[in-house]
């Protein structure tokens, strides 16, 4: 079973327009989500988190919005930049769980920003 | 580079061979992490370490499979008698315990088994 999902394989923008990465999550006890970035042949690379208790982070360009009631969250970029194309990966944890840094990962949105 | 760094990079090995892979964590981390990533696919955890305990593993784990991290600093994981379905990208990631989300990530593992 698919606990954290990004149903859009992949997303193409202009550059300096907004980008916007959806994320899903059926698992309730998730209380902490993370996006990663991810060049082709490196590890990825953390990004920005969210906490519950929280609905928006922001840092830089970067902004991550939670939608608890909808289990929803989104990742905007702007400007987006053609050094933003990575793949991107939403993930959650239960922090206050025994499983606390287990991260369950979704498939990951293709982000491509021509110039 | 004080990175998390992973050995090796490429391994292709025939079917019903032993395969060990190395991680080394960024120094001062005492939590490790195995993951295993497939195409099209996001990592999946496969289990975690706090110095050299093993704390959890998953049922994608199977007894083919074994982890180690003697003294708390690198890890081996050692797949025996490979499958074909174990052909992936082998993520090693590394945390302190008291900001264990935040996980840092080595390059992986790619593994193809022939």
């Known amino acids: 079973d698919q606990q954290v999902k990004q149903n859009s394989p992949s997303l193409s923008v202009q550059e300096g327009r907004i980008s916007i990465l959806n994320c899903d999550y059926t698992n309730s006890m998730f209380d902490y989500f993370l996006w990663y970035k991810k060049y082709p042949a490196e590890g990825p690379t953390f990004l920005i988190s969210?906490?519950?208790?929280?609905d928006k982070n922001e840092d830089g360009r970067f902004t991550v919005f939670l939608n608890k009631s909808a289990k929803h969250l989104s990742l905007h970029i702007v400007p987006s930049q053609p050094g933003d194309s990575a793949v991107y990966f939403c993930?959650?944890?239960?922090?206050?769980?025994?499983?606390?840094?287990?991260?369950?990962f979704g498939q990951g949105t293709i982000l491509t920003v021509h110039p | 580079d004080t990175g998390v760094s992973q050995d090796p990079r490429h391994k292709i090995t025939k079917r019903g061979q032993n395969v060990t892979f190395r991680c080394d964590p960024i120094?001062?981390?005492?939590?490790l992490y195995w993951y295993r990533q497939t195409l099209g696919q996001g990592p999946e955890f496969l289990t975690y370490?706090?110095?050299?305990?093993?704390?959890?593993k998953s049922r994608l784990l199977s007894d083919r499979f074994s982890a180690e991290r003697p003294k708390g600093s690198f890890s081996t994981l050692e797949i025996q008698r490979t499958e074909q379905g174990d052909s992936a990208m082998y993520l090693c990631?590394?945390?302190?315990?008291?900001?264990?989300?935040?996980?840092?990530f080595g390059p992986g593992t790619r593994l193809l088994v022939l």
């Open positions: 990631a590394s945390s302190l315990v008291q900001n264990q989300e935040t996980q840092y």
């Open positions: 370490f706090q110095n050299e305990a093993q704390l959890e």
């Open positions: 969210i906490s519950s208790i929280k």
């Open positions: 120094s001062e981390h005492n939590r």
């Open positions: 993930a959650a944890t239960n922090a206050g769980g025994t499983s606390y840094g287990k991260l369950t």
